[in-house]
């Protein structure tokens, strides 16, 4: 287990909403709370020995939005919509040393913070766009359990919970008869509970991870809207050369519940989503990290192959883990 000191599986529980403000411009809601590929190079299947360790990610995304066929959107003006975003992800997590049914035990806290511009090409006055910044939900994991099945084999399964305070607004829309989120709003108004199951293979220097995870959705009591529940398995790779690691990760997102509007599944917005607003996302790239003996430097690249009725977001991720005790 001494490969695992400087990087903890749940060291980048990150999540981020790659176009989090169309929904207040155009009437869909947030997408699904974990971000794609967000475990992705983790091996997450297992925990690493007893202490403290704290993470700091920095991610850049980049791209369009995409309909439901996987065509890039456009707004009703014609132009296309980008966006630029730029996550800080701070997180801890404790392995206080004790076993529960045989399974090592960690618990984890995670803050996303966030800036997004969004450009909508000049749709409605020459170059339209918006620009915000502020809280994602905190996102509280009271159990990670991992299981050493030997011959380098690890299992692991745990429980994210995404609190309902970050910051939030909305405005009443009378087109559409109700409280509509606003362009300033960049959480998620619901909670979400998040299980997850994990095989790793640690052993020879190789991380070779499946990490199945699963968001269920309660409905923004404000909007009267309800994010259809999603399944992602992210995919890790790699293989340790001395203090270097290189690698491929990858991720699928499959939201199999639509999106509804109370209790009736939304209608597609023209141009810009189909109906039910079902994100669909396949997306990989390379991995390069470095251990320096007490902490790692990890550079994490996403590009999507797919999308649908999501950003077609590449994703830039750059994380520094370290043990405090």
Not at 71 to 80: C, Q
Request: proline share 5%.
């Amino acid at each position: 287990m001494n490969q695992l000191k400087t990087l903890g599986p749940y060291a980048c529980l990150v999540v981020a909403l790659a176009m989090a403000p169309l929904g207040a411009a155009y009437g869909e809601e947030k997408k699904s709370p974990m971000m794609p590929g967000g475990s992705a190079g983790n091996a997450a299947g297992a925990l690493p020995p007893e202490g403290l360790y704290f993470n700091n990610e920095v991610t850049i995304e980049q791209g369009k939005l995409v309909d439901g066929e996987g065509r890039t959107s456009k707004t009703p003006a014609g132009t296309n919509v980008k966006a630029f975003q730029v996550d800080v992800t701070p997180s801890l997590l404790w392995v206080p040393g004790v076993k529960v049914l045989g399974a090592s035990y960690g618990v984890a806290i995670t803050q996303p913070y966030a800036w997004l511009n969004t450009d909508f090409g000049g749709a409605s006055t020459g170059g339209d766009s918006t620009s915000n910044k502020g809280f994602f939900n905190t996102i509280l994991t009271p159990a990670i359990l991992s299981w050493d099945v030997g011959n380098g084999i690890f299992i692991g399964s745990g429980l994210s919970v995404y609190v309902k305070d970050g910051h939030f607004t909305h405005h009443y829309s009378a087109a559409q008869g109700r409280e509509t989120l606003s362009n300033g709003s960049f959480a998620n108004n619901y909670w979400t509970f998040q299980p997850n199951f994990a095989v790793s293979y640690l052993a020879n220097g190789w991380n070779l991870t499946m990490n199945h995870v699963v968001d269920f959705n309660t409905k923004n009591d404000v909007t009267n809207y309800q994010s259809g529940n999603a399944y992602y398995l992210d995919l890790t790779a790699t293989k340790k050369f001395g203090p270097w690691e290189f690698g491929a990760i990858g991720n699928i997102l499959e939201q199999w519940q639509p999106d509804k509007v109370r209790g009736v599944k939304v209608a597609a917005v023209d141009g810009l989503s189909s109906a039910g607003n079902q994100s669909e996302v396949l997306a990989m790239g390379p991995l390069v990290a470095y251990n320096f003996g007490k902490a790692s430097l990890r550079l994490r690249y996403l590009q999507p192959i797919r999308s649908e009725n999501q950003g077609d977001i590449s994703f830039i991720r750059l994380d520094l883990s370290v043990p405090l005790y």
